[in-house]
């Protein structure tokens, strides 16, 4: 049988989306309750197996540092949706701290979109992209609410550049 250049490159490209639909759904889905909440992006989470709580970090958002102007809010606001409440987790990966990097539900709600919307995070930017949550956090800013009241607030990316991180 010959094969074309075409029919090889047709081939080539049907694995490569089928190897990127693979690696693009959560690596587990888990459900647990909620027993800290870190900052505007971090809580640790009792899962519904038992155990020890552990760390997950919010995914697609970038929430400012606790020690950082809006750092406590964006806290406060996180805990109101998420505190001893039970969420449903679709986990992505684990990050260089060891928490699970997640998308996260609560009766169906995604708080990482409810936290770029209300002004309380940054969408994470992907190298030149910026984010799945761009459009909110336009919304967001246009509506100056949160920490897009300010018009100097800085993305915590930055934040970290210039003053590093505020945990030890």
């Known amino acids: 049988m010959k094969r074309t250049v075409a029919g090889i490159a047709i081939t080539w490209i049907r694995f490569a989306i089928f190897l990127i639909a693979a690696c693009a759904g959560p690596v587990w889905a888990e459900s647990g309750k909620v027993t800290h909440v870190t900052d505007g992006d971090t809580f640790w989470v009792r899962l519904a197996g038992g155990g020890k709580p552990v760390p997950v970090r919010i995914d697609g958002i970038d929430a400012p540092e606790i020690c950082q102007a809006g750092g406590q809010a964006a806290r406060a606001a996180l805990a109101s949706r998420v505190a001893r409440r039970t969420v449903t987790l679709a986990v992505r990966r684990h990050d260089d701290y060891g928490r699970a990097v997640a998308s996260v539900r609560v009766g169906g709600e995604d708080i990482a979109g409810w936290m770029v919307g209300q002004g309380h995070a940054w969408s994470y930017h992907y190298g030149r992209e910026g984010g799945p949550y761009l459009k909110l956090q336009g919304q967001a800013q246009a509506a100056r ?10 993305a915590p990316r930055f934040f970290r550049k210039q003053h590093g991180s505020c945990h030890p």
């Open 145 to 154: 609410k949160g920490l897009f009241s300010d018009p100097h607030a800085l």
